[in-house]
């Protein structure tokens, strides 16, 4: 029912930074990115809670990527710096319909009930 849409994409440089951003055409509760590699499985990147009190990251990017959302403009985003070449892959928003706890704040892709098409971030050594 409620349409993501992604964008920020793009080429970089090993050590650069790159900011993402996700819309959402409806009201959400609970937003997510997720990546997924070249013959990688989609994983669990950064999750931020309704009201952008909370967040969560994944090991491999805790101190690195920055989640943040503005719920006037249904928006949230995505801020990457120091990128490194496995970081690149393709970066999709995600977001609940209802509402959850902030001490349980979602990681899996079973808990995501919207999905965006994706961005590619490609990171050059």
């Known amino acids: 029912q409620v349409q993501l849409v992604e964008s920020g994409g793009g080429l970089v440089q090993a050590e650069d930074s790159l900011k993402l951003s996700c819309a959402a055409s409806?009201?959400?509760?609970?937003m997510a990115w997720f990546r997924q590699g070249k013959g990688k499985e989609r994983e669990f990147v950064a999750v931020i809670s309704s009201f952008g009190t909370t967040t969560k990251y994944a090991e491999s990017v805790k101190g690195r990527f920055t989640i943040s959302r503005d719920n006037a403009k249904r928006a949230m985003y995505l801020q990457m710096n120091d990128l490194k070449p496995e970081d690149a892959a393709t970066y999709y928003c995600?977001?609940?319909?209802?509402?959850?706890?902030?001490?349980?704040?979602?990681?899996?892709?079973?808990?995501?009930?919207?999905w965006g098409q994706g961005t590619q971030v490609t990171v050059s050594s």
């Open positions: 995600a977001a609940r319909k209802h509402r959850v706890m902030s001490s349980i704040l979602p990681t899996t892709i079973a808990e995501y009930d919207y």
């Open positions: 409806g009201d959400v509760w609970a």
